[in-house]
């Protein structure tokens, strides 16, 4: 059984979020709705904003005055897979190999993008 926090990042990985083809648009849209559940499980309040490309999640936390404030900003979108061939395993099928993570997303910008939520939703803790 994996740590929470790494389920959430192989689930998050899963997504073929390729914001720049057109036949990924609802699997992109299907990325950020997970996204905005996970916020919501965090108590966060949050919602997608749509745009003429993909929706923006914006979430927020209840302002409590006196303290500061934090913007964490990422994106939820990948890069193609092109030349699918060259890759070892599925790209959308995260794989663990000598201690590391080989998916698309996973290093730009998927897993620091959890990284930061499950850092605030700590500190929330």
Not at 74 to 93: A, K, R, T
Request: net charge neutral; with cysteine.
């Amino acid at each position: 059984m994996n740590p929470p926090g790494l389920d959430n990042l192989l689930t998050c990985l899963r997504f073929p979020s390729v914001s720049t083809d057109s036949t990924r648009r609802a699997d992109t849209r299907a990325c950020a709705e997970w996204l905005l559940s996970k916020v919501r499980e965090m108590g966060l309040t949050g919602d997608l904003h749509e745009t003429p490309g993909h929706p923006v999640l914006v979430a927020k936390n209840k302002h409590i005055a006196g303290r500061r404030t934090v913007l964490l900003y990422g994106h939820y979108d990948v890069q193609p897979v092109d030349p699918v061939e060259l890759w070892e395993s599925d790209p959308f099928e995260p794989t663990l190999r000598e201690g590391k993570i080989y998916a698309r997303g996973a290093s730009d910008m998927k897993m620091n993008l959890l990284s930061g939520l499950q850092g605030l939703e700590a500190l929330a803790k």
